[in-house]
């Protein structure tokens, strides 16, 4: 370093793994660090950074003069479609995307020992998927790698119960017996390649989680006192999305579902959406777009098909509806065929309910904003969140059985389940505890609130003052 700069005390870089639900993570932690005058740097290929500031909502990353972009280069990869009509729905589509970011590992080094360079101390939060590619980072004196988990503690340590052997559980840990077995949730191709990386010598520093203690401070204990996420300590950091939405993005369609909101009552929509990488077969949806209708309650319902690897390249299947659906469902509801800003519209005060598959970023989101939930798992870590939202929390019903994830789920189930939600006294109970977590939630990221103290002392580690 030449004489005349000025070391950076601390520099940070994410590296997120090229999913929806994990490169809109990482961005949202971006955003909390950089309100701190920290520079951060995120790293992925152009066409997932594209992707992460296209979608990202709740705040405009342009704005944010701390966060540098870096797209590194990738081979080509295959960019098939999804097929709504696969046994399981893990989006088996994805995985020539997942598995190109391997070949990041010489460009990350060279581009962390650059930034090294010129920083006092220098911390990569990695996704919990990608360890290979950053493994060389530790050789690099001044730099320390710290692991993210894009999922929830009670997901983890469920993970790690089970493949520990399952020893015996504390009392408060006991409804870890009911969470499924992972059978259905991930091909075997995309776990070959965790296991092989799980393999790889221990090197992390610590454990991040998008979560907080308010909502799950007795898993992450757990966690902290099995040590069984790896070396260092953990940090329960989250929620990393804003926890009030302020700016409203201009583009056509989301103005048209918050000005449609703005007309409801208090409480009185339920969101319809299962997120990035799910395809409902034709059959599904029919069955979902009657059981709607039949339950009498308003609704936003995103109907879009599951993410490609690169979202920018190929065809896009469109559903299709039963006959004259949206004409007869017209003055209440609405119909979203692309890209929804979910966290405004759970965010608004007519919203009163959301159907999810359960992805772990529409989990939090909705604990965020104070929504309860109608829980339909999807693959991944979606039917274990699921057990989180709705028997530990107890801010959710649930929509369709796991065990019977391989049926379509019949119009009167779905039905039911919102009506449960949206229409009864449990429900205003399940609305009542939702709207307590929220705002315990919302409380938390204030000024001396458990996640302002968690970050304060992930800041205070990584720059070796604590």
Not at 93 to 117: C, D, K, Y
Not at 243 to 268: F, G, P, T, Y
Not at 424 to 447: M, P
């Given at each position: 370093?030449a004489?005349n700069?000025?070391?950076?005390p601390?520099?940070?870089v994410?590296?997120p793994?090229p999913a929806?639900g994990?490169?809109n993570q990482?961005l949202?932690l971006?955003?909390?660090i950089a ?12 066409a997932?950074?594209?992707?992460a ?6 705040w405009?990353?342009?704005?944010a003069a701390?966060?540098y972009?870096?797209?590194l280069p990738?081979p080509?990869f295959s960019?098939p479609?999804?097929n709504?009509n ?5 989006p088996?589509?994805l ?12 460009p990350?080094f060279?581009?962390?020992r650059?930034?090294?360079?010129s920083?006092r101390r220098?911390a990569?939060?990695?996704d919990?998927?990608?360890p ?11 730099a320390e790698?710290y692991?993210?988990?894009s ?8 993970f790690?119960?089970e493949y520990?052997g399952?020893p ?5 840990a006991?409804i870890?017996?009911?969470v499924?077995s992972?059978?259905g949730?991930f091909?075997?191709?995309f776990?070959?390649?965790m296991?092989f990386q ?9 454990d991040?989680?998008n979560?907080?203690?308010?909502i799950e401070?007795?898993y992450?204990?757990?966690l902290?006192?099995e040590?069984?996420?790896g ?5 329960a ?12 993005m201009q583009?056509e ?5 918050l ?11 339920i ?6 990488t799910c395809?409902?077969?034709d ?8 059981g709607?209708e039949?339950s009498g309650q308003?609704?936003i319902?995103v109907?879009?098909?599951a993410?490609r690897?690169n979202i920018f390249e190929?065809d896009?299947?469109?559903?299709p ?8 469902v017209?003055?209440?509801?609405l119909i979203l ?8 519209i ?8 959301f159907?999810t ?5 529409s ?8 929504v309860?939930v ?5 693959h ?6 699921a057990v ?5 929390l107890?801010i959710?019903v ?12 019949p119009?009167?189930a779905v039905e039911?389940a ?17 709207a ?11 000024q001396?609130g458990v996640?302002v103290k968690?970050?304060?002392s992930?800041?205070a ?6």
């Amino acid at each position: 370093m030449a004489a005349n700069q000025e070391e950076i005390p601390l520099t940070i870089v994410m590296v997120p793994l090229p999913a929806q639900g994990h490169l809109n993570q990482l961005l949202h932690l971006c955003r909390l660090i950089a309100a701190r005058d920290i520079p951060v740097h995120y790293v992925a290929g152009e066409a997932h950074i594209r992707q992460a500031r296209t979608r990202v909502h709740g705040w405009n990353p342009s704005s944010a003069a701390s966060i540098y972009f870096h797209d590194l280069p990738t081979p080509t990869f295959s960019n098939p479609p999804p097929n709504p009509n696969a046994t399981t729905k893990f989006p088996a589509q994805l995985i020539p995307s997942l598995t190109s970011v391997m070949h990041l590992r010489q460009p990350v080094f060279e581009l962390v020992r650059r930034l090294a360079a010129s920083t006092r101390r220098l911390a990569v939060v990695y996704d919990s998927s990608l360890p290979y590619v950053v493994q060389d980072v530790p050789t690099i004196p001044n730099a320390e790698a710290y692991c993210f988990h894009s999922i929830a503690a009670f997901s983890v340590y469920s993970f790690s119960w089970e493949y520990r052997g399952k020893p015996a559980l504390k009392k408060e840990a006991s409804i870890i017996e009911l969470v499924p077995s992972d059978d259905g949730c991930f091909p075997p191709e995309f776990t070959e390649v965790m296991q092989f990386q799980h393999n790889l010598p221990k090197f992390s520093s610590g454990d991040i989680y998008n979560t907080s203690r308010v909502i799950e401070g007795s898993y992450v204990d757990l966690l902290a006192d099995e040590k069984s996420t790896g070396t260092g300590k953990i940090w329960a950091v989250g929620p990393f999305n804003p926890v009030s939405v302020s700016e409203r993005m201009q583009s056509e369609e989301k103005e048209a579902s918050l000005k449609w909101l703005d007309k409801q009552s208090l409480n009185s929509v339920i969101l319809v959406s299962f997120g990035s990488t799910c395809s409902l077969s034709d059959e599904q949806i029919s069955e979902i777009a009657v059981g709607l209708e039949k339950s009498g309650q308003k609704f936003i319902w995103v109907i879009r098909e599951a993410d490609r690897g690169n979202i920018f390249e190929g065809d896009v299947r469109r559903a299709p509806l039963p006959e004259m659906y949206e004409e007869r469902v017209r003055e209440r509801g609405l119909i979203l065929r692309d890209w929804a800003p979910q966290l405004e519209i759970l965010g608004h005060e007519a919203t009163g309910g959301f159907l999810t598959h359960c992805g772990w970023n529409s989990c939090i989101e909705s604990i965020s904003m104070g929504v309860p939930v109608v829980a339909w798992p999807m693959h991944s870590d979606q039917p274990r969140n699921a057990v989180l939202m709705t028997k530990v929390l107890g801010i959710g019903v649930e929509a369709a059985e796991w065990a019977h994830r391989d049926r379509v789920t019949p119009s009167g189930a779905v039905e039911s389940a919102v009506k449960r939600l949206m229409a009864s006294e449990e429900g205003e109970e399940i609305r009542r505890r939702a709207a307590e977590l929220g705002d315990a939630v919302r409380k938390s990221v204030l000024q001396g609130g458990v996640s302002v103290k968690e970050m304060d002392s992930f800041i205070a580690h990584i720059t070796k003052s604590e």
